[in-house]
């Protein structure tokens, strides 16, 4: 049997409470006394706790009945030192309390007790009426329309008539059980009811209409944040609507199974909603890669949660999204001030945010420990903290954004400025760039077009084939490693090929190709250059080549053979120096007198005694004709001396001498230079 009292912990105010706590701050002990003081009523009433007018007993199993209650009043220990609302955490006992109710009036009061927690499964109230307990049953696992007044929270409306009556009340919930009663005067309460519904009005209104505005926004722009930020303000709205009470009243009225299970569903939504807010806002992926993982697992529980919150039991539903509550907002402040330490401005808003609501949740917190009076700031500081950290939130994105729109301004004048250089390249440009995709061309600069001789809006309608030869080096090469280049094979990226202009004349090109990616569709670039006019230099200094070859071969042949003439000539010419010294070395021992002419009868060779004849010598005779040089006139010489034997002839000297001499001649033969003769003369 629990026995101890704990303080409130909702999962909203966990955190808060964990540092409250961790601050040196601690409850007031409660001291049970013999009984607790009656409360007290008159036509003064307004507002009043019941807490410290309140005894309890636990009902482990939960099947005491009000006439075994009433035998074992001695057992109820009273609250009456309590400050603020009593919890039990989390408990499956069944709870009774009793509450004397003491009306100094001279006629009946009427009243009402309310009981603002409104989660709780089972409170049935027991007034005495007429010496026996009439019940008044409720809880949020019976219908609304069965509540004793169509309020968010358990309200009973009580006349109680002079003197003294004991009340008894009893809780049973697989949630937090928590006991806030208070006694209200009808105006008053109604008063409260009134500004509860305007208040609450202004505050979800406005968080319901951020979260479409949002939801507008990102359709509009496409920024993911807006979506993130739109589920977590409706998840958390409506997270806070449930814990308040709000949705049961207004969505599912007629659906207590909905509203029982609707709760963890809600903070587990929520809990997802705000680490996905995180990741993106923050780019943790990025920025803080440890805290992404934790973040990730985080979520992964989360959404593990949500659909098991359907179908588990709610009392270990509610506890695990209470502890995921508790180490989600650990992370999500991490998230924060590890981001702001490194200098990244938008954690600034999103700290803000985090802290806005936690100061509202711990406000909350404080007041139920009844260490701060309720009032206006204490009793709205939880949901003026969530509409804080939405609104917050908001202006952390809007600014992000503002700061990505500059950013994105710059970045498009950049480029601009980028684009403009890269046409006036493109345009310029010596070579010729083309883009392909699906075999089509999709752009081609003016050199480009240029070179095949085509205008703009007809090669806009051609296909690669067209701009191909039919040739090996068109068609086949061209298309074939386009389309492996396509299919990712490894090809190479710069190689010669052939393209056909619009008049149909073959040019031979240089390909440097790359695969790229055009608004998401695969294609190529190629810069192309036109070699045809180098190809043709390239060919004619081929054929000179060819040709300064040949006749650096002929250049060769003739100096061989010139060498090899003159080697024979060499050799000729010694041995016509041997022959003419033989020669003269006979002539000279021969002792007629000897004298060689050429063809036309010019004396060539004379020997020693042929100059004493003729009183001339060899030097003065060679080139003379033989009759000048013998004294003869031309028709005593013969025609030919070949054949002639012992002629006799006479010789007249210059002087006048006579000489009778006898000849005889013979012919010497010279290959190219005709016939001449040799004649012998002798005195």
Known sequence: MKNSILPKATPLFLLAAVIFCACGFAVSPVVAKDEAPPLLIDHELKKRSVTPHLSYMVDPIGEATIADVMRQTGRFEPLTDYRGDPSFGYSRDAYWFMFRVKNTEIDPVAWILEFSYPLIDYIDLYVPEDGTYRVMETGDRLPFDQREMPVRTFAFPLTTKPGEQTFFLRVASSGSLTVPLTGWSPPVFQQKTNIETLIFGLIYGTLFAMAFYHLFIFFSIREKSYIYLTFFILAAGLFMMTHNGLSYQYFWPDSPALAHRVYPLLLA????????????????????????????????????????????????????????????SILLISAGIVSLVRGHREARYYLLACIAFFLGAMLTAVRAYGLLPENIITAWSSQVGLMAMALLFSFGVADKITVMRREREKAVKDLAESEEKYRTVVENAHDGILMIVEERPVFANATMLKMLNYEPVAFSLLKLENLLP?????????????????????????????MVKKDG??????????????????????????????????QRLADQYEEIRAQYEELERLNQELSEAQDTQIKLNERLVEEKAQIQAILKSIGDAVIATDHQNRVILMNNAAERITGKCQEDAIGREITELLGLSKEALPESFDGITGRPLTLKSEDGTECAVEIAGAPLRAPEKGKGGASRTGP
């Open 505 to 538: 004349t073959i040019i031979d090109c240089v390909f440097s190709s790359s695969y790229i990616t055009i608004e998401g569709r695969a294609g190529v670039i190629a810069i192309i250059s036109d070699i045809t006019s180098l190809k043709a230099a390239e």
């Open 269 to 328: 939504l929520a809990n997802l909603a705000a680490l996905q807010f995180a990741r993106g806002f923050l780019n943790t992926r990025n920025r803080f890669p440890r805290g992404e993982g934790m973040l990730l697992a985080a979520m992964a529980v989360a959404a593990l949660l949500v659909p098991l919150s359907m179908v588990m039991d709610y009392f270990h539903t509610v506890r695990a999204t209470t502890l995921l509550t508790a180490i989600s």
């Open 470 to 498: 039919d040739t090996p080096l068109g068609r086949e090469l061209v298309t074939d490693r386009h389309r492996r280049r396509m299919r990712g094979e490894d090809v190479p990226t710069r190689y010669e090929g052939q």
